[in-house]
T-cell receptor
Framework: QQPVQSPQAVILREGEDAVINCSSSKALYSVHWYRQKHGEAPVFLMILLKGGEQKGHEKISASFNEKKQQSSLYLTASQLSYSGTYFCGTGAAGNKLTFGGGTRVLVKP | KAGVTQTPRYLIKTRGQQVTLSCSPISGHRSVSWYQQTPGQGLQFLFEYFSETQRNKGNFPGRFSGRQFSNSRSEMNVSTLELGDSALYLC?????????????FGPGTRLTVT
């Protein structure tokens, strides 16, 4: 079953913060985050493993709550380059990765 | 290191035909996964190959098939094309497995079925 991402879309002004959530009904051992810009392939941002530490990438960080089967992606002091669609992918039993429906982020000047 | 390459980049086919798409992973990567992306549907997982064996499969009909060669290159085939098969097909490679290692995506093959 596909993880659920929220919100579906968010509009920010440059410098503002945002949080994207990813929830699954399955027990997870990994969460991936990818960003896809229009007309381009998804690009890996970070991976969080069960029992691992919170990861960061520039001013983008993420957390993984194993008990709640949830992950959150934090966009801090957003830049124009952060615009795109963010996908979470959840790794569960069987070594299978399932992607959520995506969150569209638009950062305006 | 060279990235993931996919050929062809664009394809136009007619309903009922079949098509073969190719993916060359990053050197040293043994896992190749295929995804279908359509507007509003996100990334739908097709299958994953690891060391020439299909390790995982998504919920797609048997018209979608794939294989992996000993050099880790992979192909996917779609037979008896339908209009609904029009999509961007992405492949991604990872070192060992899609769930625990980062994936690197190719630029995709855009398939249009008329």
């Amino acid at each position: 079953q596909q993880p659920v991402q929220s919100p579906q879309a968010v509009i920010l002004r440059e410098g503002e913060d945002a949080v994207i959530n990813c929830s699954s009904s399955k027990a997870l051992y990994s969460v991936h985050w990818y960003r896809q810009k229009h007309g381009e392939a998804p690009v890996f941002l970070m991976i969080l493993l069960k029992g691992g530490e919170q990861k960061g990438h520039e001013k983008i960080s993420a957390s993984f709550n194993e008990k709640k089967q949830q992950s959150s992606l934090y966009l801090t002091a957003s830049q124009l380059s952060y615009s795109g669609t963010y996908f979470c992918g959840t790794g569960a039993a069987g070594n299978k990765l399932t992607f959520g429906g995506g969150t569209r982020v638009l950062v305006k000047p | 290191k060279a990235g993931v390459t996919q050929t062809p980049r664009y394809l136009i086919k007619t309903r009922g035909q079949q098509v073969t798409l190719s993916c060359s992973p990053i050197s040293g990567h043994r896992s190749v996964s295929w995804y279908q992306q359509t507007p509003g549907q996100g990334l739908q997982f097709l299958f994953e190959y690891f060391s020439e064996t299909q390790r995982n499969k998504g919920n797609f009909p048997g018209r979608f098939s794939g294989r992996q060669f000993s050099n880790s290159r992979s192909e996917m085939n779609v037979s008896t094309l339908e209009l609904g098969d029009s999509a961007l097909y992405l492949c991604a490679s990872s070192l060992e497995g899609q769930a625990t290692y980062e994936q690197y995506f190719g630029p995709g093959t855009r398939l249009t079925v008329t």
